[in-house]
């Protein structure tokens, strides 16, 4: 992990999902006290060196969203592990979603 750049508490309070300044995503399974899914997104971005900047997961399903410098927001479904899509912002980075 190369600093925590952002925190995320599930609706129900059982996950946590974490980002860093290394473009890493964990996701924390707070019942069993073990990270169980992990994103490498710099593996996943063209940009050189992205980093995490706001992290929301979907009050209605297990998505989670993963905003980073990249300007791309990823929608991952966690029970599966798969990207379901991505956004792009025209100008900026994304800094909250």
């Known amino acids: ?4 750049s952002s ?4 609706p129900d309070a059982w996950f946590v ?12 399974d ?12 710099k593996k996943m971005s063209d940009f050189e060196n992205p980093y995490t ?7 209605n399903e297990f998505c989670l969203a993963v905003a980073n ?3 791309i927001i990823w ?3 966690l029970e599966s ?10 100008v900026h980075p994304i800094y909250k979603i």
Request: aromatic letters at 14%; a negative charge; charged letters at 25%.
């Open 1 to 4: 992990m190369k600093g925590v």
């Open 7 to 10: 925190v995320e508490i599930s």
């Open 17 to 28: 999902a974490s980002g860093d300044h290394g473009g890493d995503v964990w996701i924390w």
């Open 30 to 41: 707070l019942v069993a006290g073990k990270c169980f899914k992990q994103y490498d997104l």
């Open 53 to 59: 900047t706001s992290l929301a997961f979907n009050p």
């Open 69 to 71: 410098s990249d300007k």
């Open 75 to 77: 929608y991952f479904d």
């Open 81 to 90: 592990g798969d990207l379901i899509n991505k956004s792009y912002a025209d």
